[in-house]
């Protein structure tokens, strides 16, 4: 039986800068370190500012990690970085950081796609997942249905053609000022509201199983700004309870018709949006009605890790180069 690869993995394609060590399929560490507070003021994310972050943090955080991992430089077999997609100053700091140790060290590069690194982060919790089985990519930039019929193999079935679901959370929270990131905010405040008080839409894309939340986030600003002339009320519980279920909603029916249509075994999923609890417990009652299996990330593994990078690195998935663009988005239906 071959040696487990020990890989050291970087991640800062946005605003988290992630240093970690895998060996095999098991996370040995995994360090994540948000910059939520340098951002939140601005409501968003501020690319100049995630850059300089990523410089700050990326040296100590990469000590820290093979202190704690107990592992000398030289033991480590491969080091895998994100090279896309994502922003560019952001992801030119890890990426070039994590090249030029790998090259002090002589040891292999894996510069690694961001979504491969989703849709293989639920090795990590069961490392005996095997395609063929279908995926809900859930983040601040995409939403994909992505039937993956063998490691490194993709179809895909359906995505936004405007906002991802992330950015439907996101912006309606930086309008309402309900917090920043806006996903958590929104199921923090909406936990005990009643997800049937407001009457959203669940926009279709006309045949296809592609999505829009561009009309469901401008559907919930006329409403709100519809309600500011009335006598009505509505409280926010119930207005971020609806909301959430709105977008969990969208996403489920897609989901479901693609998954009717492929008839796979297995479902997967993540990305930011999958650590939403109201969206996998429906992802669980899917998979329980249908009789399939569902294999999803941990809440921490859904959204941004390096942890991730490394698993997409152990199964040899590695992007060509940094300027070509096999991107997920970008496959062939
Ligand atoms: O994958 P991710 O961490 O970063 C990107 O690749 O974009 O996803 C970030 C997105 C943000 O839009 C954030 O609001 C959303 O994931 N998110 C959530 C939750 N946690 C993070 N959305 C809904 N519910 C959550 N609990
Ligand atoms: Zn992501």
């Not at 992330?166 to 309402?176: H, I, M, T, V």
Request: charged residues 20%; contains cysteine.
């Amino acid at each position: 039986m071959s040696k487990e690869k020990i890989i050291l993995g970087f991640e800062t394609s946005c605003d988290e800068t992630s240093v970690s060590l895998v060996k095999g399929s098991e996370v040995l560490v995994n360090l994540i370190s948000s910059q939520v507070e340098e951002h939140k003021e601005f409501g968003g994310v501020v690319p100049e500012i995630a850059s300089r972050a990523h410089v700050e943090k990326i040296r100590n955080l990469l000590h820290e990690c093979l202190l704690q991992g107990k592992i000398q430089p030289e033991s480590v077999d491969i080091i895998a970085a994100t090279d896309g997609p994502g922003l560019a100053g952001s992801l030119i700091v890890g990426y070039n950081f994590a090249k030029s140790f790998a090259w002090s060290l002589n040891k292999p590069f894996y510069p690694i796609d961001h979504m491969v690194g989703h849709l293989v982060a639920p090795t990590l919790i069961n490392k005996d997942l095997q395609p063929p089985f279908l995926s809900l990519l859930v983040s601040g930039g995409h939403t994909q249905i992505v039937l993956v019929e063998k490691w490194g193999r993709y179809k895909l079935f359906g995505q936004t053609i405007d906002d991802a679901a992330g950015e439907a959370f996101d912006k309606l929270s930086r309008y309402c000022g309900f917090g920043f990131p806006g996903g958590p905010a929104i199921q923090m405040i909406g936990e005990n509201g009643n997800p049937d008080s407001v009457d959203l839409p669940r926009p279709t894309v006309k045949s296809s199983h592609d999505f829009s939340f561009s009309g469901l986030k401008t559907a919930a600003i006329y409403f709100l700004k519809e309600l500011d002339g009335s006598t009505n009320k509505i409280s926010k519980e119930d207005f971020a309870a609806s909301y959430q279920e709105a977008i969990v909603d969208t996403l489920m029916r897609n989901f479901t018709k693609v998954l009717k249509e492929t008839g796979v075994p297995i479902i997967s999923g993540g990305g930011g949006v999958m650590a939403n609890t109201r969206l996998r417990e429906k992802m669980e009652a899917l998979a329980e009605k249908s009789q399939i299996e569902c294999h999803l990330p941990s809440v921490q593994l859904s959204t941004d890790n390096a942890a991730m990078i490394c698993a997409a690195a152990n199964k040899e998935l590695i992007s060509t180069d940094i300027s070509r663009d096999i991107r997920l988005s970008s496959i062939i239906k």
